[in-house]
């Protein structure tokens, strides 16, 4: 996720064609804004029940960053409204004394 993708592998290889070139520039690839605020709310659906302050700060990051957001470039929108969500579930669990369901 944080390294090279194959996108960044194929652009600087040698031995690829014009066509695979066009085929590799066309594919959108995701904003990482949007990963951001979908990996902040995560960490909000753990430990939003405790700390309401990550919630709120992702909340209101999601919402800032989303205008960056480009149709033409990007693949999907669907980061920053899971982020978001998760955000507002790990508010409500605050608001509601809970703590999320864990496998352990």
Known sequence: MFGKS???DK????DITPE?????DSIKG???YGMITF???G?????GYIYVFIPI???IFGIFTYRTFDREREDNPWTFYIGILLA??????FIRHEAPPLPF
């Open 43 to 47: 960490l909000c659906y753990f430990v």
């Open 30 to 32: 995701q904003n990482p």
């Open 11 to 14: 652009m600087h290889d040698d």
């Open 88 to 93: 507002v579930t790990g508010i409500y669990m």
């Open 57 to 59: 700060i992702t909340i």
């Open 39 to 41: 990996l902040m709310g």
């Open 20 to 24: 695979e070139q066009a085929y590799v």
């Open 6 to 8: 194959k996108k960044e």
